[in-house]
Nanobody, 115 residues
Framework: QVQLVESGGGLVQAGGSLRVSCAAS????????MGWYRQAPGKQRELVAG???????NYADSVKGRFTISRDNAKNTVYLQMNSLKPEDTAVYYC?????????WGQGTQVTVSS
């Protein structure tokens, strides 16, 4: 029933930009705190950016000033605009939706930054 589907990942050169999308179904994502997480091989999954149901945003220090999270409630979609990409941004990027007691995850989209 509930699905989060990420898209927009791919291969990009260092310094380039990419926008990943998370399309939600089975929920109204406007009622959820939404987040983007990433996981590189051998590393823990980490929060990259979050946007609350009230619209407040927060970012990991490593991406602050480069990434922007946004939402289009009419499209039930959350975006992560990634600029000035670095090789260390290479990871699988996962979409997350949270509204207690519910937590949902997407399957992820691969982002690879070459140098």
């Amino acid at each position: 029933q509930v699905q989060l589907v990420e898209s927009g990942g791919g291969l990009v050169q260092a310094g380039g930009s990419l926008r990943v999308s998370c399309a939600a179904s089975g929920i109204s994502s406007s009622m959820f705190d939404m987040g983007w997480y990433r996981q590189a091989p051998g590393k823990q999954r980490e929060l990259v950016a979050g946007i609350s149901s009230g619209g407040s945003t927060n970012y990991a220090d490593s991406v602050k000033g480069r990434f922007t999270i946004s939402r289009d409630n009419a499209k039930n979609t959350v975006y992560l605009q990634m600029n000035s990409l670095k090789p260390e941004d290479t990871a699988v990027y996962y979409c997350n939706a949270k509204s207690w007691p519910y937590v949902y995850w997407g399957q992820g989209t691969q982002v690879t930054v070459s140098s």
